[in-house]
């Protein structure tokens, strides 16, 4: 069926023409009509299946004309997300006059409060920050004819119940109500029945399954094999554009440097990130100028970014749900990709959880000539002194032209000034008469000695008198001239 079968004006198609969208997915389909009819509808499908247009563009066509003020609201539960459905609002509507603005946390809200002072008809936002704006009575919701809430289960899963509930109480009764998801657990459900009146259910797909085009794979390895894997499948095949999910930020940034140090082009993106350097580093992504992405789950939902050609689990999310969003981000638009898992034999009862969700048993590979019994590599602490990690060289040290009689002697103190102190405090006094026992004193230069290292001392440093700078005072003034 094409678009133009769906009832979209003239605007909407030719928009869609100009994107190089031939044919609806299976939730356009469904969806559309139903919304250009002022029902309202709770949907889901799986991921990569066009769920944003799929409420979009009736979105724009039932809004009609601009008037300037806000007339419809979508909430999503990253920031990433927000920019990414407002960028896709000015896409489908290139061809209306509507004005739509994101409105999102981890920058400064000047340009935002610019962007409301002209006069939109569309915001995409994040909870928090548009309550922000709404306690600040910079916002009238009073005009809200469509509100919309995308990845519902998400926005739940991150603690934002709440907000959703704040921001509806203060969003006229009479509205249209839309709803979209790729799972519906039983809370969004919940949800549904207190903010939307007499919903169209509508499941496109199969419930928490993974798209047809994925090609999935696990990949058993010992936990601290996982980096070398990484590197030697980078090696082997071209993966580009890659993205790579950790658990954790600390362990995207400790990959990202890897990587780097090992001369590839990556980005990392992760909630320690500025929100900047997040949309920098998913702008150099997306226009393949960093082909490696690093990155937690906050892109695991939502994110389009087309051709991706693998996703790496490097570490296993907590749920079956997080592990279907995130291979998710390749083989969409019905296209195909490849999401390889790195297993450690802690990971076996998510594994098992994993299959019996998607009800595959999925294929476990072991690369030729990779050494799965590698041990663990021996690291030495950053804090013990550089001494007690590589013995003093005075033959290193010394200069070719200098005596190396004083740095010997050098040498033999550093090496002492690190060893334990006598246990019974000892004898070996200094000779400037201070309370500091060292074990292995080698005594009082010689005048020979003190000649050859104020030679060298004036050789390399053009002086031998180094005194301290101290502060010059008066007693009879007390004027200090460095006080600080």
Not at 291 to 301: E, F, M, Y
Not at 425 to 430: C, N, T
């Amino acid at each position: 069926m094409p678009f133009n079968e769906l009832g979209l004006t003239a605007e909407l198609s030719q928009a869609l023409k100009a994107s190089a969208y031939q044919r609806p997915t299976a939730i356009q389909v469904q969806s559309i009509p139903v919304i250009l009819a002022g029902r309202d509808v709770a949907g889901t499908a799986q991921t990569g299946t066009g769920k944003t247009a799929a409420f979009v563009l009736p979105m724009l066509q039932r809004l009609g004309a601009s008037t300037g003020k806000l007339r419809a609201l979508i909430l999503t539960p990253t920031r990433e997300l927000a920019v990414q459905v407002e960028a896709s609002i000015r896409k489908y509507g290139r061809f209306t006059k509507l004005r739509s603005t994101a409105i999102y946390g981890g920058v400064s809200q000047k340009n935002q409060e610019e962007a409301l002072k002209k006069g939109v008809d569309i915001i995409v936002a994040t909870p928090g920050r548009f309550l922000d704006l709404l306690n600040q009575r910079l916002l009238n919701l009073s005009t809200i004819e469509i509100l919309t809430l995308d990845e519902a289960d998400r926005m739940l899963d991150m603690g934002f119940l709440p907000d959703i509930r704040e921001i509806v109480r203060h969003v006229p009764k009479e509205r249209q109500t839309l709803l979209f998801t790729a799972t519906l657990p039983p809370e969004v459900l919940d949800l549904t029945r207190s903010v939307q009146s007499d919903p169209v259910l509508i499941q496109a797909g199969e419930a928490r399954t993974p798209a047809a085009g994925i090609d999935q794979v696990f990949y058993p390895v010992p936990s601290h094999l996982k980096n070398d894997l990484l590197l030697e499948l980078l090696e082997r095949e071209t993966m580009q554009p890659l993205l790579v999910f950790t658990k954790t930020k600390h362990g995207a940034d400790r990959l990202h440097s890897l990587l780097e140090r090992r001369r590839f082009k990556v980005a990392r993106i992760h909630s320690g990130r500025t929100q900047s350097q997040r949309q920098a580093a998913l702008e150099s992504f997306k226009k393949s100028h960093c082909p490696i992405l690093i990155a937690t789950d906050i892109v695991a939902r939502g994110i389009d970014v087309q051709n991706i050609s693998h996703v790496i689990n490097f570490d296993l999310p907590n749920n079956v749900d997080d592990y279907i969003h995130r291979i998710g981000r390749t083989a969409r638009a019905e296209k195909v990709g490849m999401a390889y898992s790195f297993v450690s034999p802690e990971d076996e009862a998510t594994v098992r959880l994993i299959e019996k969700t998607i009800r595959r048993k999925l294929a476990r590979i072991r690369l030729d000539g990779f050494d799965y019994d590698a041990p663990v590599k021996s690291r030495v602490s950053r804090t013990e002194p550089s001494v007690l990690r590589q013995p003093f060289s005075a033959e290193r040290t010394a200069p070719k032209n200098g005596s190396p009689k004083v740095f010997d002697r050098f040498a033999h103190g550093l090496a002492a000034a690190h060893r334990k102190p006598r246990p019974n405090g000892g004898s070996d006094r200094r000779p400037n008469g201070k309370s500091e026992w060292v074990e292995g004193r080698i005594g009082i230069p010689s005048d020979e000695e003190r000649a050859e290292l104020k030679r060298l001392q004036i050789k390399i440093f053009g002086t031998s008198n180094f005194r301290r700078n101290k502060p010059r005072s008066s007693f009879r003034t007390g004027h200090t001239r460095d006080r600080y």
